[in-house]
Nanobody, 116 residues
């Protein structure tokens, strides 16, 4: 299993970013994918859950990002995306995509910094 995130960067409050995660090593369309984030010294938190297999099309968001972030997947490209609009300073974190296949797998993460 390999997950590679990209698209992070330094932006100002109110700006947008689109994160990508490329997946390989497993039957991508069959598995639910997740986006997590972690602030320094904090716990990794789930922010979006993108259904796979029989749950394809079901997307659930954490309250902190609902209405601002949009998660999606492209099963033909084995990729998941996280469109982040209206970024706030508190969205600053390392963002990870994750899949659970007998255990959790994460990529290396991509840093998002929101600062004025």
């Amino acid at each position: 299993v390999q997950l590679v995130e990209s698209g992070g960067g330094l932006v100002q409050p109110g700006d947008s970013l689109n994160l990508s995660c490329s997946a390989s090593g497993f039957p991508f369309s069959s598995y639910t994918m997740m986006w997590d984030r972690q602030v320094p010294g904090g716990k990794r938190e789930l922010i979006a859950h993108i259904g796979g297999g029989s749950n394809t099309g079901r997307i659930v968001y954490a309250d902190a990002v609902k209405g601002r972030f949009t998660a999606s997947r492209d099963n033909a490209k084995n990729m998941v995306f996280l469109q982040m609009n209206g970024l706030k300073i508190e969205d600053t974190a390392v963002y990870y995509c994750r899949v659970y296949i007998q255990r959790d797998y994460w990529g290396q993460g991509t840093q998002v910094t929101v600062s004025s």
